[in-house]
């Protein structure tokens, strides 16, 4: 157990975004804090999102503290996992909103990992045109990137988080002593989008993260405090700049063209988001390089790193008969792609990210030369 003697110091991140501004909270115990709440609206009724995971780990300690500030503290428990980040687990929000009469100033709390917060930030944005809600993310996917700048979405069965909005929440409680819960593969998904950030926007975060990656995998709890800060950082300087995404904020999705046909190809769950955006930032790179952006060892070096944080590089045959045909018509689904025409993120040089366009015959190869290993 933490006393205050060894409790590491917290940490403030805010997103800047004129009306829309708000803070990202990082430290350990926040989630049963008091002040982690302080400003943020009171009375009336909180209804807090989580799953069946999630609920029986933190619920209590949530609406414990919530029962302090509101006068109803409602909450509904979805099924677990990203194969029920629809439209049908969506309804039953809306369900438990409309059921407890709900009115236009009820706060709802997302508490859980990206799936959930991608799901309340949806209905908090179209539940009677529009609500507060407060991320609660409890994965370290969602504390270093799902949790922060808005983004909200759930799955269509043709493509990954095609149905959504642009929403903000009110603010992002990271209480990292939520992640000792955390399965391994969970914390490994989540390291993922952390390295995302080293070939994107910062490459001395990136030997940062080479230096520390046998800590971050073992939960040094300093080590994850300084990955999550450093990601909330990065993010909060692109989404500051592009919250929209109509141009910059696009490179956060370095590996995601080749993920998202991962996740819709092997049918949503069979990979984590992480895993396939590691494998997906692997052919990235090696697209980069066939495109005579980056040298070798740069993908030499990112495979190594993605490997030692426990994700797969090995990219999966999503058809026997035309693999490559197979993994361009999912891509084409992409929200980046243009008129039909797919547009990588690609680093160039290492640090920086640009998005363009690749010919089919190059993706192929990199396709093929990554299913093989
Ligand atoms: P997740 O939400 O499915 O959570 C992973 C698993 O961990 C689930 O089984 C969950 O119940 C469990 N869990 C959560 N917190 C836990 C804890 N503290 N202890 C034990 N178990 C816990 O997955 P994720 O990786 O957090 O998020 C992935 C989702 O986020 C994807 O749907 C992806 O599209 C989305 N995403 C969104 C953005 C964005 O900007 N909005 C960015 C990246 C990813
Ligand atoms: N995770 C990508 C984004 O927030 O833009």
């Not at 709440?37 to 009724?45: D, F, I, N, V």
């Not at 999102?49 to 609920?55: D, F, G, H, I, L």
């Not at 700048?149 to 043709?158: E, S």
């Not at 603010?171 to 399965?183: E, F, G, K």
Request: with cysteine; aromatic share 6%; charged share 20%.
């Amino acid at each position: 157990m933490d006393t205050p003697d060894t409790r590491l110091s917290r940490a403030q991140v805010r997103i800047d975004l004129a009306e829309r501004s708000y803070d990202i909270l990082i430290g350990d115990g926040l989630l049963t804090d008091p002040a982690s709440y302080h400003g943020l609206p009171e009375g009336g009724t909180a209804m807090v999102v989580t799953n069946t995971t999630v609920a029986p780990l933190y619920l209590e300690a949530l609406a414990g503290v919530l029962r302090t500030r509101h006068a109803r503290v409602l909450h509904v428990v979805l099924p677990d996992g990203e194969s029920h980040k629809d439209w049908r687990t969506l309804q039953l929000i809306f369900d438990a909103l409309l059921g407890s009469a709900c009115d236009r100033k009820t706060v709802l709390y997302a508490l859980g990992g990206g799936v959930i917060g991608d799901m309340t930030g949806f209905a908090a944005a179209s539940y009677m045109r529009g609500v507060p809600f407060v991320q609660v993310p409890t994965t370290l996917l969602a504390q270093v990137d799902s949790s922060v700048g808005g983004k909200t979405a759930i799955n269509h069965p043709l493509g990954k988080n095609m149905i959504g909005a642009f929403y903000q929440p009110l603010r992002v409680i990271c209480d990292l002593d939520t992640l000792r819960t955390l399965p391994d593969r969970e914390l490994s998904a989540g390291l993922a989008e952390v390295i995302k950030y080293g070939p994107i926007a910062d490459m001395a975060f990136l030997d940062w993260i080479e230096a520390h990656v046998d800590a971050l995998v073992a939960r040094d709890p300093a080590a994850l405090a300084r990955a999550v800060q450093r990601s909330c950082e990065i993010k909060a300087l692109v989404v500051g700049q592009d919250e929209r995404e109509s141009g910059l904020r696009a490179i956060l999705n370095f590996g995601h063209t080749f993920g998202h046909a991962i996740e819709a190809g092997m049918g949503y769950g069979a990979w984590l988001h992480g895993e396939a955006v590691g494998c997906g930032m692997v052919m990235a790179a090696r697209l980069s390089q066939a495109l005579g952006r980056v040298d070798a060892a740069f993908v030499t070096r990112l495979q190594a790193l993605v490997q030692r944080a426990g994700l797969p590089t090995r990219a999966p045959v999503l058809d026997a008969d035309d693999n490559a045909q197979r993994w361009l018509s999912l891509m084409r689904v992409d929200k980046k792609a243009e008129a039909g025409e797919i547009r990588f993120v690609l680093i160039d040089p290492p640090g920086t990210a640009v998005m363009r366009p690749a010919p089919d015959d190059t993706v192929a190869r990199v396709i093929a030369e990554s299913c093989a290993g």
